[in-house]
Nanobody, 121 residues
């Protein structure tokens, strides 16, 4: 499974961005897609995850109510709509694919290249 993330950039606090992650390859082996992020000097942390078949979504408390994860099955793409962005959301965002719904990044099987999100105050 290959994952290609895009959509990062620089935005002012309170602004919005939408990240995309297109998948290719043996995607049928991965029933879960997720977003994680890593800020400088910090460990990679869970942001959101969605089950591909049922569309059930789960969020980190820090982004709940501001971020929305969704998927487009026809395009094999998962999105992360980020609203009301805060400077503390600044990080490299990674999309991932796996077999189980989890908040643990080590449990995901495939990773895309990260995309930088910078929120200025």
């Amino acid at each position: 499974v290959q994952l290609q993330a895009s959509g990062g950039g620089l935005v002012q606090a309170g602004g919005s961005l939408r990240l995309s992650c297109a998948a290719s390859g043996r995607t049928f082996s991965s029933s879960v897609r997720g977003w994680f992020r890593q800020a400088p000097g910090k460990e990679r942390e869970f942001v959101a995850v969605i089950s591909w078949s049922g569309g059930n979504a789960y969020y980190a408390d820090s982004v709940k109510g501001r971020f929305t994860i969704s998927r487009d099955s026809a395009k094999n793409t998962v999105y992360l709509q980020m609203n009301s962005l805060k400077p503390e959301d600044t990080a490299v965002y990674y999309c991932a694919a796996g077999k189980v719904v989890t908040t643990n990044p080590t449990a995901m099987d495939y990773w895309g290249e990260g995309t930088q999100v910078t929120v200025s105050s």
